[in-house]
């Protein structure tokens, strides 16, 4: 069975502090996808990024950036220079395989972390 | 396009009501699922269906049950609704080809349902 670990529930900076937010997964599959979503106080789940397994590539949007590793089983996002505005919770999840295998894009999540940034 | 809807917001039921939660989707995707969060928790899977006519469980099914009647709608139905039921459903769609396109797999999530079974 697959599972998605966020060790740490919680994370408080001040603002432009750089933070990172870990995640570990567990698969037997060896194609896979993961992705990391943002949670804001308004409640609605935001997608921030998808990567499938077959690509080890950091990857780096504007703040944003991935870090994956598959030797450590790890997918972790780093916030550079963080703002007020990146306070929410934030969810790593997995989704084994696509179309034509059995997980049919189910999405595991993790228990998430909530990153408070203070002025 | 709307993206994934979900009524009603919000909803208050008393212990051993039913109500249907409903969720619709104009993107034109095959998979849908729904979704619970409980308070400090991630999601966790309910329901998800491949296409019109064909659902199956997933993790937290009971208590539960869906159809999908066609492509764009998937309701949630709650028979006999219980405290533990609390919680914010989520419901999302997705686009799953065979070829791995740029936005395959990616689910879209609807605005969210809060529950509240008292």
């Known amino acids: 069975a697959q599972k998605v670990t966020q060790a740490q529930t919680e994370i408080s900076v001040v603002e432009k502090e750089d933070v990172t937010l870990d995640c570990v997964y567990e698969?037997?599959?060896?194609?896979?996808?993961l992705f990391w979503y943002k949670q804001p106080p308004s409640g609605e789940l935001v997608f921030l990024i998808r990567?499938?397994?077959?690509?080890?590539q950091n990857e780096i949007s504007g703040r944003y950036s991935w870090n994956f590793q598959k030797s450590t089983s790890s997918f972790n996002f780093t916030i550079t220079a963080s703002q007020v505005v990146d306070s929410a919770v934030y969810f790593c999840?997995?989704?084994?395989?696509?179309?034509?295998?059995?997980?049919?894009?189910?999405?595991?999540f993790g228990q998430g972390t909530i990153l408070t940034v203070h002025p | 396009n709307a993206g994934v809807t979900q009524t009603p917001k919000f909803r208050i039921l008393k212990i051993g009501q039913s109500m249907t939660l409903q969720c619709t989707q104009d993107?034109?995707?095959?998979?849908m699922y729904w979704y619970r969060q409980d308070p400090g928790m991630g999601l966790k899977l309910i329901y998800y269906s491949v296409g019109a006519g064909i659902t199956d469980k997933g993790e937290v099914p009971n208590g539960y049950n869906v159809s999908r009647s066609t492509t764009e709608d998937f309701p949630l139905r709650l028979e006999l609704a219980a405290p533990s039921q609390t919680s914010v459903y989520f419901c999302a769609s997705s686009y799953l080809g065979l070829a791995g396109g740029p936005r395959d797999n990616e689910q879209f999530f609807g605005p969210g349902t809060r529950l509240t079974v008292l």
């Open positions: 999840a997995l989704s084994e395989e696509r179309a034509g295998g059995t997980s049919y894009g189910k999405l595991t």
């Open positions: 993107m034109n995707h095959n998979y």
């Open positions: 698969t037997r599959d060896t194609t896979y996808y």
């Open positions: 990567r499938n397994s077959f690509d080890e």
